[in-house]
């Protein structure tokens, strides 16, 4: 499966964005999907996490309240809408796929299929 992370931009502190994860050469309907974001000069951190069926989704405490994942499986795409944008939240954003669930996903993403990222910039 080849994955594809596309909607970053630059925004300023308050606005919003939604990131779109689609995918080729296979479905996401049967896999769970997350996101992950690299800061300059920081690790790749877990953003959110969905599994395939939209009954389980994680986030990471910092960006709890403010962003969302969702998936619509027949447009095969995942999304990451993100509001409220923070300085800190500057990174390029990746999605990753894994059919073993969100929790495991989120845990051991280094097992996961990774697609392209998208730059995120969110200025003060």
């Known amino acids: 499966v080849q994955l594809q992370a596309s909607g970053g931009g630059l925004v300023q502190a308050g606005a919003s964005l939604r990131l779109s994860c689609t995918a080729s050469g296979s479905t996401l309907g049967r896999v769970a999907v997350g996101w992950f974001r690299q800061a300059p000069g920081k690790e790749r951190e877990f953003v959110a996490a969905?599994?395939?069926?939209?009954?389980?989704?994680y986030y990471t405490n910092s960006v709890k309240g403010r962003f969302s994942i969702s998936r619509d499986n027949d447009k095969n795409t995942v999304y990451l809408q993100m509001d409220s944008l923070k300085p800190e939240d500057t990174a390029v954003y990746y999605c990753?796929?894994?059919?073993?669930?969100?929790?495991?996903?989120?845990?051991?993403?280094?097992?996961?299929?990774w697609g392209q990222g998208t730059l995120v910039t969110v200025s003060s």
């Open positions: 969905i599994d395939w069926n939209r009954g389980q989704t």
């Open positions: 990753a796929t894994d059919p073993r669930g969100s929790n495991w996903l989120r845990l051991r993403p280094n097992t996961a299929s």
